[in-house]
């Protein structure tokens, strides 16, 4: 157990990303909703550049823009920043992980490539293999979203055996509909991990299944 005090649990919230009537990033609206998120919603930790946040819509440079405010406003106050990382191009996805880990986040996560999709299992944790070993002291969480990639590998097959290729594993954010696989998924995790749900609809279900944290966008507004 790596990272004993590092686990992202409860709700989490998949933040927006708050632009300007020209398209810009605005980043002057981090600090109050931060605020907001503590003050009125109640929640102390959050997912940055998901997919609620258009993290794949946004350019590298926007990206680290974003993480690097939110980590600032969140400091001292926020319990987890997790950053989201994953890109088509795996040098882009490494290059984020560093930042994220010199900016000093709680974790990074990533989604899996969409365009010219991983075919095994085994292919998709050798990128993630890559991609965390750029900041290998990082807690990191596998992000599930097949509704969105198009990839539809089981989410149990990728963790099978992915701590011994991935030392610094720590849960998965699962965020598609296949209960199944997700129950399957808790059966197969140690204890330590954080299994994270991330459909807010099936919320109660994941629940019941033993999903310790969910990340969503309406406990974002």
């Not at 149990?156 to 992915?162: A, K, S, T």
Request: net charge negative; glycine share 10%; aromatic share 8%.
């Amino acid at each position: 157990k790596l990272f004993p005090n590092k686990a992202a649990t409860g709700l989490v919230a998949a933040t927006f990303t708050p632009l300007t009537p020209e398209g810009e990033i605005n980043l002057s609206e981090i600090r109050p909703y931060v605020d907001y998120l503590l003050e009125q919603q109640g929640v102390k930790s959050i997912f940055v550049n998901g997919t609620t946040g258009e993290g794949m819509s946004l350019t590298v440079e926007e990206r680290k823009l974003l993480a690097v405010e939110w980590c600032h406003q969140g400091k001292n106050k926020l319990e987890q920043v997790i950053v989201h990382v994953g890109c088509m191009s795996l040098k882009d996805s490494q290059e984020l992980a560093r930042h994220a880990a010199e900016i000093g986040a709680d974790g990074i996560s990533v989604i899996s490539p969409s365009f010219f999709k991983p075919a095994t299992a085994e292919a998709l944790r050798m990128f993630l293999q890559e991609v965390a070993a750029a900041a290998p002291a990082m807690p990191f969480y596998y992000y599930h979203i097949p509704a969105v990639t198009g990839v539809n590998l089981r989410s149990r097959d990728v963790l099978e055996g992915i701590a011994n290729q991935i030392p610094s594993f720590q849960g998965l954010k699962f965020s598609g509909s296949d209960l199944m696989d997700f129950g399957q998924c808790v059966n197969y995790s140690p204890s330590h991990w954080s299994l994270l749900y991330g459909i807010d609809e099936q919320l109660l279900g994941a629940l019941a299944m033993g999903a310790n944290g969910a990340v969503g966008r309406l406990v974002s507004i």
